[in-house]
């Protein structure tokens, strides 16, 4: 199997906010937050190829749309169980060669943030 790092062309979508219900504590899981994701598209077709064509890349308008859904569609207790849900959905539902999610809660005192990153094929 090809690596991500073969693979030079990507797409980003960087700070991607994610209306959540999520967290171990009940209480915390009944009230919405935000997360932000930060999501790297690898598509089977190198960016020269694609002759200019919007048919031959990923729509990242569709993606963001049917990624804050996904987070929104049911409440979660882990930030890795969403991460794994969206990679599944990128890769099925987009035809991407590969996608890594990266998404951030803010949820401890004195730290920006807890991050949690995952690439699949």
Same mark, same amino acid.
């Given at each position: 199997?090809?690596? /991500?790092?073969?693979?030079?062309?990507?797409?980003?979508?960087?700070?991607?906010?994610? /209306?959540?219900?999520?967290?171990? /504590?009940? &209480?915390? +899981? !009944?009230?919405?937050? @935000?997360?932000? *994701?930060?999501?790297?598209?690898?598509?089977?077709?190198?960016? &020269?190829?694609?002759?200019?064509?919007?048919?031959?890349?990923?729509?990242? *308008?569709?993606?963001?749309? +049917?990624?804050?859904?996904?987070?929104?569609?049911?409440? +979660?207790?882990?930030?890795? @169980?969403?991460? !794994? &849900?969206? !990679?599944?959905?990128?890769?099925? &539902?987009?035809? $991407?060669?590969? *996608?890594?999610?990266?998404?951030?809660?803010?949820? $401890? /005192?004195?730290?920006?943030?807890? !991050?949690?990153? $995952? @690439? +699949?094929?």
């Amino acid at each position: 199997m090809t690596s /991500p790092a073969s693979f030079a062309d990507e797409i980003h979508l960087q700070g991607l906010d994610l /209306p959540v219900q999520i967290g171990v /504590p009940e &209480e915390e +899981r !009944a009230a919405w937050q @935000t997360l932000q *994701a930060d999501v790297t598209l690898w598509l089977p077709n190198r960016f &020269e190829t694609m002759a200019d064509d919007l048919t031959q890349t990923v729509d990242y *308008a569709a993606v963001a749309i +049917r990624l804050r859904a996904l987070a929104a569609e049911r409440p +979660r207790r882990l930030i890795e @169980t969403l991460a !794994a &849900e969206m !990679a599944q959905c990128l890769i099925t &539902e987009f035809q $991407l060669h590969t *996608a890594k999610v990266t998404l951030r809660k803010r949820i $401890l /005192p004195g730290c920006d943030h807890v !991050a949690v990153s $995952l @690439t +699949r094929p």
